[in-house]
Every structure is written in structure tokens, then in C-alpha cells.
């Protein structure tokens, strides 16, 4: 008996990914390709962005790159314009460019949480409100549209402490509150917004907090499933969140950490 192949989840889907140049945000750029979406690479070094774009499309997908800085309102609307001038439209928003800066709380700079809330938490409010203004203008114009899905980068961090860390603890926490409002905005639009909470994922941000075998294995003996996550595993629920394949969920965000919350 032959089995028929699932047709891809987002076939003629446009999306924008924020940090997409690398690291998670590639991998799930990697997913929503796989399911058949086109996919604009956003970040904040266009280099980066424009090789791993090509490398998609040597894949054989349909992949763009655009300069952003997501603490930039203007380059969150070139990011969203870029998408609806090569393809159209905009139907999916993954913010998840973010980055960490560590140190003991007591000698926290401000400049370093500044930094980091602006990138983690101001830059997802950027980033999804141009979406979602494209998104609502997009169903006003046509009301056969099928509808939005955004879909904010998270963390573990954003429910388990670490001292080190006070400020992307912070702005992931805020990511989660600002997801959960923008859910209950957009609904009536046709927009659903979920979060993606990873845990210890294999990136140069883990890199640069677990900067030594110890720590490292500090990591593993705390992570159930007993291994660092891949790129990949995260791109693939983000990926399901961004498709119908969720479409009665919004406002919700889903932890892909090896376990590591279960053991709260
Ligand atoms: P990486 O550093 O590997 O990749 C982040 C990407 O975002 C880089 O290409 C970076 O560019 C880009 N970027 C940084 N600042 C900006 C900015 N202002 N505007 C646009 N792009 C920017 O990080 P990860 O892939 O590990 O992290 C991605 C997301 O996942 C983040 O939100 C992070 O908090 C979250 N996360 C990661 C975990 C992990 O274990 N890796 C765990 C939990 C959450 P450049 O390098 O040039 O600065």
C-alpha cells in the first residue's frame, strides 16, 4: 500500500524571521522552508543573512535577506516591507533575535540590562507590531486572507531564575506578558500569537554563558533528556505554531527544554 506524502504545512506562506541569520532563529527558518514557506532572513549583520539565505536557496527553497536591527522601529517596517515587495504578503512572524549578557547581579551595569531588554523585549514589541499592522491591513483588504501567526522566541529564563542573568530573565519574562496581550489584541483579526520557551540549545549565545566543561555538565545533569537541543528542534514547533496545524491555539507559549522545567 503506498502512502500518500503530507503536503508541506505552509505552502505559499510568507515569513520573516528576526535573527534568522543563524543560530536558532536559522533553524527555524530551515523548518518553515521545509513546510513550504518562503522566509526572509532579518538580522542585525546582512552578511550573515545573505549567505544563509543562499544556502537555502541552493536547497532549493525561497529565501531573502534583509538588514535589521530589531531596536529599530524603521527596520522592523523595511523587514515586514521586504517580505510583501519580494512575495506579496505577510502571514508569519517569528521575533526571535535576542541576546544575553551575564554577570553577578550586584555588578549588572545598566548599560548591559538596557542593552538587553531592548534587543529581547522592545525589539519583539517592534517587530510584531509592524507585523501585525501588515497582517490587519492585509484582511481588511481582503477578508478571504487566511489569517496571521506570530510566533515570540522565549526562554526557560522566563520562568526559572538564574542570578547571573537578571536582565534576560527580565525581558524574556516581559516577552511572554507582551505575547499573551498581543494574543488577545489580534484575535479579532485573525492573528494568533504563541511563544516558544527553549531550553539549552547548541548556539554561540549558549557558547557564551556555558563557557567551560563544567558548566556544561551542570547543563546536562540538568536537563532530563540528558543532551543540548538543536537549532532544528525548536524550528520545527515553531513551525507547527505557525501553522494550522495550531490553529485553535493562541496566547500560549511552549517550552522545548529536555525536560528541564519538569524538574521544577
Ligand atoms: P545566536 O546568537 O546564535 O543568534 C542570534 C541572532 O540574532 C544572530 O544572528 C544575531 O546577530 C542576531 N541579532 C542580535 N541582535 C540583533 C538585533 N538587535 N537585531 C536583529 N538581529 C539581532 O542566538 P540563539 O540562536 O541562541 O538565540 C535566538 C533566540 O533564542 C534568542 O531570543 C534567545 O534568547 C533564545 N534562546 C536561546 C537559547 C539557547 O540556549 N541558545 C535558550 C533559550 C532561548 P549577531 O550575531 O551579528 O549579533
Same mark, same amino acid.
Given at each position: 500500500m503506498s502512502v500518500a506524502a503530507a503536503a508541506p504545512r505552509l505552502a505559499g506562506k510568507v515569513a520573516v524571521v528576526t535573527g534568522g541569520a543563524r543560530g536558532i532563529g536559522l533553524g527555524c527558518a530551515r523548518s518553515l522552508c521545509k513546510e513550504g514557506a518562503k522566509v526572509v532572513l532579518a538580522d542585525v549583520d546582512l552578511a550573515v543573512a545573505q549567505r544563509s539565505a543562499g544556502e537555502l536557496a541552493a536547497a532549493g527553497h525561497a529565501a531573502a535577506a534583509v538588514k535589521c536591527d530589531v531596536r529599530i522601529k524603521a527596520d522592523c517596517e523595511a523587514a515586514v516591507k521586504a517580505a510583501v515587495t519580494q512575495w506579496g504578503?505577510?502571514? @508569519?512572524? !517569528?521575533?526571535?533575535? +535576542?541576546?544575553?549578557?551575564? $554577570?553577578?547581579?550586584?555588578?549588572? #551595569?545598566?548599560q548591559d540590562f538596557d542593552d538587553v531588554v531592548a534587543v529581547n523585549l522592545k525589539g519583539v514589541f517592534l517587530t510584531c507590531q509592524a507585523a501585525a499592522r501588515q497582517m490587519v491591513a492585509q484582511k481588511a483588504a481582503d477578508p478571504a486572507w487566511g489569517g496571521g501567526a506570530i510566533v515570540t522566541m522565549s526562554s526557560v529564563n522566563a520562568v526559572m531564575a538564574i542570578p547571573s542573568i537578571a536582565g534576560y530573565n527580565a525581558s524574556k519574562g516581559g516577552?511572554?506578558?507582551?505575547?499573551?496581550?498581543?494574543?488577545?489584541?489580534?484575535?479579532?483579526?485573525? @492573528?494568533? !500569537?504563541?511563544?516558544? +520557551?527553549?531550553?539549552?540549545? $547548541?548556539?554561540?549565545?549558549?557558547? #557564551?554563558?556555558?563557557?567551560?566543561?563544567?558548566?556544561?555538565?551542570?547543563?546536562?545533569?540538568?536537563?532530563p533528556l540528558g543532551r543540548i537541543g538543536e537549532p532544528d528542534e525548536i524550528g520545527e514547533v515553531v513551525a507547527f505554531l505557525a501553522s494550522d496545524s495550531s490553529s485553535y491555539?493562541?496566547?500560549?507559549?511552549?517550552?522545548?527544554?529536555?525536560?528541564?522545567?519538569?524538574?521544577n
Open positions: 504578503k505577510l502571514d @508569519i512572524m !517569528v521575533a526571535n533575535a +535576542g541576546i544575553v549578557k551575564a $554577570a553577578p547581579f550586584l555588578d549588572m #551595569s545598566e516577552v511572554n506578558g507582551l505575547m499573551r496581550c498581543m494574543s488577545l489584541a489580534l484575535a479579532p483579526h485573525g @492573528i494568533r !500569537v504563541n511563544g516558544v +520557551g527553549p531550553g539549552s540549545i $547548541a548556539t554561540d549565545v549558549l557558547a #557564551s554563558v556555558a563557557t567551560d566543561e563544567a558548566a556544561r555538565n551542570r547543563i546536562l545533569s540538568r536537563t491555539m493562541t496566547g500560549q507559549v511552549l517550552y522545548v527544554d529536555g525536560g528541564r522545567l519538569a524538574l
